[in-house]
């Protein structure tokens, strides 16, 4: 059994099966406090060092917000132009200063492995929220929260899932680390949609290959949508060598509602990890999708909440502890 307890979470390669259904169970257990009907306190005097050198709406206020639900202070750093690393400071010495400040760390950083680098320095647990275009293992627990949420409704779980995943798949790494995550279930179909340049790196491919999965790759949507899951995702233009080189990709797969009506089963879920690109030119998820039930994408980025509180609690060894530190609930937001 992992111990989570004082654990950096840089990959989802340090997980299995039985972490990840821990993960899950504990996210679950956090709805009460995320929907404002009771209030946990539990990390009351704790503090969260934010480290965003990367840009990010919902990870960076995820992160705080769920340290916040569970009663702990949230300290953030926004841009490298803002921070002493643009001093030609090392991310060890940066490490090392923050985590005496902090009791936990949560990072993005816009170059690979940079994270990993990072909590070496660190003398407490460190959280991947995204290192270029390599993991975004909290990303990928809260699309598997959120597949397994959506399939319950169908009596399917994380077994024998049919699952497409179309658009960047190069260079986006919250593709990556699901694929990963996925390859640990059983008898998983993944239909990987891609421009050819954009294609999923092949250690991912293999991964789930390795594993007896089936992977189909492939550049068309016509034929290939019929699946209980679509997880699109954007051109990560930030990754290409220009503006233009990105503008080649986007467009290509745009889902809207009457491609859904034509390819897709009655109820496929639609996922993105957002932001979506809504400009006319690349149009990922037209908003006509928007009135479907089976548009899932707020309510998985509402999981990561959830997802986040978790694993605060896990790493800093309260997770049995929430019930304890329970408080009223006594304002009112009509939260809806
Ligand atoms: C993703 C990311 O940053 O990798 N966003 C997110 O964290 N939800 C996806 C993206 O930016 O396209």
Redesign the pocket.
């Given at each position: 059994m992992m111990n989570f307890q004082g654990s950096h979470i840089l990959s989802v390669s340090q997980l299995d099966r039985e972490a990840i259904a821990r993960i899950l169970d504990i996210s679950a257990n956090m709805a009460p406090y995320a929907a404002r009907q009771k209030r946990c306190t539990v990390l009351e005097g704790a503090i969260l060092s934010n480290l965003f050198f990367?840009p990010?709406t919902?990870?960076r206020v995820s992160f705080g917000s769920a340290f916040n639900l569970l009663g702990g202070y949230v300290r953030e750093t926004v841009g490298q132009e803002n921070s002493s690393l643009s001093k030609g400071e090392s991310l060890f010495d940066t490490a090392q200063v923050i985590s005496g400040y902090s009791d936990v760390i949560a990072m993005?950083h816009p170059q690979m492995h940079s994270v990993e680098k990072f909590a070496k320095g660190s003398t407490v647990p460190v959280i991947n929220?995204?290192d270029g275009a390599n993991e975004?293992p909290t990303?990928a627990l809260l699309d598997l929260f959120t597949i397994q949420s959506e399939m319950m409704h169908f009596h399917k779980g994380l077994d024998n899932l049919d699952i497409v995943l179309m658009g960047d798949l190069k260079h986006?790494?919250?593709v990556h680390s699901l694929s990963k995550l996925l390859s640990l279930y059983n008898n998983v179909k993944v239909t990987m949609v891609s421009p050819t340049a954009l294609q999923m790196p092949d250690s991912v491919v293999s991964a789930l290959e390795d594993s007896g999965h089936q992977v189909i790759i492939t550049d068309t949507m016509a034929g290939n949508l019929s699946c209980d899951v679509i997880y699109q995702?954007?051109i990560?233009q930030e990754r290409f060598a220009s503006k233009d080189e990105a503008d080649l990709y986007r467009g290509h797969f745009s889902l809207n509602k009457s491609i859904y009506q034509q390819y897709c089963r009655e109820n496929t879920v639609i996922m993105h990890?957002?932001?979506r690109d809504s400009r006319p030119e690349a149009n990922e998820l037209d908003s006509d999708l928007n009135d479907l039930d089976s548009l899932a994408i707020f309510r998985q980025?509402q999981n990561?909440i959830l997802v986040r509180m978790a694993l605060f609690a896990l790493t800093l060894g309260v997770e049995d502890q929430l019930t304890q530190y329970e408080k009223e609930v006594n304002w009112h937001t009509n939260k809806r």
């Open positions: 990367e990010s919902r990870t993005r929220g995204g975004h990303q986006g790494r919250t995702t954007r990560q990890p957002l932001p980025a990561g």
